[in-house]
T-cell receptor, first 113, second 110 residues
Framework: DTGVSQDPRHKITKRGQNVTFRCDPI?????LYWYRQTLGQGPEFLTY????????KSRLLSDRFSAERPKGSFSTLEIQRTEQGDSAMYLC???????????FGPGTRLTVL | ELKVEQNPLFLSMQEGKNYTIYCNYS?????LYWYRQDPGKSLESLFV?????AVKQEGRLMASLDTKARLSTLHITAAVHDLSATYFC??????????FGTGTRLQVFP
């Protein structure tokens, strides 16, 4: 069991550029979540998938953000036209079963200059 | 809208002492989770509490859930330095997503 993995671990970009992050969940987990965490705060929900279906999106997720989970396996989160306010840690988690214990990946730290 | 509050936000305690972190939430839920986060790291699952009166223990940490009071506690017994971290509680809002508290930053000193 390799756990949840995320790539890249760090990303520095200039304002206005597009960035894409990848998450590979635990292989038997059918649910996949994206959260965002800023310094000193708890994670905030962004969106989640059950298999390949995107079931919910937060109001935090502006139209510059898009997420996909083709074939119900890995997921990508793309941010278009990045802004300095997008700087944060982007966390991916996966779960399965009725208890919904979510296991988190190491995160991708985004810095927008 | 479900809100989750933790207190204290910061806790500095001496090794060997006991203390309790509190987690209150605003609407009904019967699934509550505790996580630990070390600086610059991701979240590690500690406890899953699924019913009223649930109690889980692991080492020096014990978590409990009172769904009627909408309260969970994380009790630390005889603290050691290795427990220094930020602890988050999170509540399932009935749609499978987790709503997190602001975290309690724990520092244990000799």
């Amino acid at each position: 069991d390799t756990g949840v993995s995320q790539d890249p671990r760090h990303k520095i970009t200039k304002r206005g550029q597009n960035v894409t992050f990848r998450c590979d969940p635990i292989s038997e987990h059918n649910r996949l979540y994206w959260y965002r965490q800023t310094l000193g705060q708890g994670p905030e929900f962004l969106t989640y998938f059950q298999n390949e279906a995107q079931l919910e999106k937060s109001r935090l997720l502006s139209d510059r953000f898009s997420a996909e989970r083709p074939k119900g396996s890995f997921s990508t989160l793309e941010i278009q036209r990045t802004e300095q306010g997008d700087s944060a840690m982007y966390l991916c988690a996966s779960s399965s079963g009725v208890y919904n214990e979510q296991f988190f990946g190491p995160g991708t730290r985004l810095t927008v200059l | 809208e479900l809100k989750v509050e933790q207190n204290p936000l910061f806790l500095s305690m001496q090794e060997g002492k006991n203390y309790t972190i509190y987690c209150n939430y605003s609407t009904t839920s019967d699934r509550l989770y505790w996580y630990r986060q070390d600086p610059g790291k991701s979240l590690e699952s500690l406890f899953v509490l699924l019913s009223n009166g649930a109690v889980k223990q692991e080492g020096r940490l014990m978590a409990s859930l009172d769904t009627k009071a909408r309260l969970s506690t994380l009790h630390i017994t005889a603290a050691v330095h290795d427990l220094s971290a930020t602890y988050f509680c999170a509540v399932d809002d009935h749609t499978d997503k987790l709503i997190f508290g602001t975290g309690t930053r724990l520092q244990v000193f000799p």
